[in-house]
């Protein structure tokens, strides 16, 4: 690349040609209305400044295309390697989203399979959720029908105290008019291998064979409601 000192004098080189050949060229073109042949020296002189000024264009241009050129290459360099930063970005990105996209897959995967697990926890907490209902159910009932026994029972044991009550004052009642009574010594029955007799010393007394006479049909019937 030419440096900007020669092209600054190719350039004052260029004007200053085209300058004085024209103001020569025109000068002698003046003169020649006097002197003869003048006129083609005019000629003459514009063609040399003509030539001198076209080839200071000429490498002046040749400069400029070559300038560009250079510029233009390294812009292309540039943008080529511009592009090139960009494509390795490109990649470095894209293999980044891919190594996210996959380590996602995978944790996606886990979290199906933990779904699915969950999935059949929650069905089967709903299976024993139905058998505790169930269960419940059963024993609301057991609990409705043990209270119908309890109830049952309550009255039951009310009845035996009054009957408890009662037999107490019938005993009573009895030991009182034992007391009164007159005791008489009776015969006992004595089995043998032959016959039964009666001995005097171990006779019952009237009072005896009463209290087992008024007791039996009572243990009877007490016998009777506790086996029912």
């Given at each position: 690349m030419t440096s900007p000192a020669p092209r600054t004098r190719r350039r004052i080189l260029m004007a200053s040609c085209l300058v004085v050949g024209t103001v020569v060229s025109l000068s002698l073109m003046v003169a020649s209305q006097w002197v003869p042949f003048l006129d083609w020296a005019a000629v003459v002189v514009a063609l040399v400044a003509g030539f001198l000024a076209t080839w200071a264009a000429l490498v002046e241009f040749r400069e400029w295309r070559v300038k560009a050129q250079a510029e233009a290459a390294a812009a292309r360099a540039e943008e080529r390697t511009r592009t090139q930063h960009l494509h390795e970005t490109q990649r470095a990105v894209l293999t980044t989203v891919d190594a996210r996209i996959q380590a996602i897959a995978g944790t996606l995967g886990e979290?199906?399979?933990?779904?699915?697990?969950?999935?059949?926890?929650?069905?089967?907490?709903?299976?024993?959720?139905?058998?505790?209902?169930?269960?419940?159910?059963?024993?609301?009932?057991?609990?409705?029908?043990?209270?119908?026994?309890?109830?049952?029972?309550?009255?039951?044991?009310?009845?035996?105290?009054?009957?408890?009550?009662?037999?107490?004052?019938?005993?009573?009642?009895?030991?009182?008019?034992?007391?009164?009574?007159?005791?008489?010594?009776?015969?006992?029955?004595?089995?043998?291998?032959?016959?039964?007799?009666?001995?005097?010393?171990?006779?019952?007394?009237?009072?005896?064979?009463?209290?087992?006479?008024?007791?039996?049909?009572?243990?009877?019937?007490?016998?009777?409601?506790?086996?029912?």
């Open positions: 979290t199906r399979a933990e779904l699915d697990s969950t999935r059949d926890e929650l069905v089967g907490v709903k299976v024993s959720l139905g058998e505790a209902r169930q269960q419940v159910s059963r024993l609301r009932g057991d609990n409705a029908s043990l209270r119908v026994e309890l109830t049952d029972l309550r009255v039951e044991n009310s009845d035996l105290r009054v009957e408890n009550s009662d037999l107490r004052q019938q005993l009573a009642d009895a030991v009182e008019a034992d007391a009164e009574a007159d005791v008489l010594t009776l015969p006992r029955r004595r089995v043998t291998a032959s016959t039964t007799e009666w001995d005097a010393l171990d006779a019952p007394t009237v009072v005896e064979l009463d209290l087992q006479r008024l007791a039996q049909p009572l243990v009877a019937e007490v016998q009777a409601r506790h086996a029912n």
